[in-house]
């Protein structure tokens, strides 16, 4: 079964130090990974996606994350963390075509960014 | 642009009442979704739209009616909901098989 795991319900980081939100996935075949960031009373905003090509995936609002194939992980990053990114981060896989390629989501993570 | 809208905003509703939700985007997508959450859980799925055909029903109470009128809109009917249906519903819209774009939302009370 495919399924994606956000290890921490809450990730708390000072303002200007670098962020990481874990996500690990299991899937047969290859990926389609995504990060979306939900403010509070708002939808889910798209961040970036993992289709194919470079591990480094460059997203909105100076976002990234890592592909890591061995490691079966898609952690995203931010280098200098602001107040204005505490929100829910989601990180998601797309299901297999027989599954109707719906969207499995993690459980999500909360990132609080102090000053 | 990259926008899906939907309406209204906020409702409250009875058990009795019979309500319906909007969804709507120009962005040529042709496949639509609604989505259940919860607050600070992750979205569930309720049903998905391909080229305004019923794709898949993740085996929703019948109280939930979706109808798709075109390609640019999805509407939700709600009928003798229960106060646990109480949830914000979210709309998405994506090429087929391709990036979800999510509206905004309706925070739904059921009284």
């Known amino acids: 079964a495919q399924s994606v795991a956000q290890p921490e319900d809450q990730v708390n980081v000072a303002e200007g130090n670098p962020l990481t939100v874990k996500c690990t996935y299991s899937?047969?075949?290859?990926?389609?990974l995504f990060w979306y960031v939900q403010y509070p009373n708002r939808g889910l905003q798209f961040l970036l996606k993992?289709?194919?090509?470079?591990?480094l995936v460059k997203g909105s609002y100076g976002f990234e994350a890592e592909f890591n194939k061995s490691q079966t992980s898609f952690h995203l990053k931010k280098p200098s963390a602001l107040v204005s990114d505490s929100a829910l981060y989601f990180c998601?896989?797309?299901?297999?075509?027989?599954?109707?390629?719906?969207?499995?989501f993690g459980q999500g993570t909360e990132l609080s960014v102090k000053p | 642009d990259t926008e899906v809208t939907q309406t209204p905003k906020h409702l409250v509703m009875g058990m009795t009442n019979k309500k319906s939700l909007k969804c709507e985007q120009h962005?040529?997508?042709?496949?639509m979704y609604w989505y259940k959450q919860k607050a600070k859980k992750p979205p569930e799925l309720m049903f998905v739209?391909?080229?305004?055909?019923?794709?898949i029903n993740e085996s929703v109470p019948s109280r939930f009616s979706p109808e798709c009128p075109n390609s640019s809109l999805l509407n939700l009917h709600l009928h003798a909901l229960q106060p646990e249906d109480s949830a914000l519903y979210l709309c998405?819209?994506?090429?087929?098989?391709?990036?979800?774009?999510f509206g905004p939302g309706t925070r739904l009370l059921v009284l």
């Open positions: 998405a819209s994506s090429h087929v098989g391709e990036t979800q774009y």
């Open positions: 899937v047969s075949g290859n990926p389609y």
């Open positions: 993992y289709i194919t090509g470079d591990n």
């Open positions: 998601a896989v797309r299901a297999s075509y027989n599954q109707g390629g719906k969207l499995i």
């Open positions: 962005m040529g997508h042709r496949a």
């Open positions: 739209y391909s080229y305004e055909k019923l794709s």
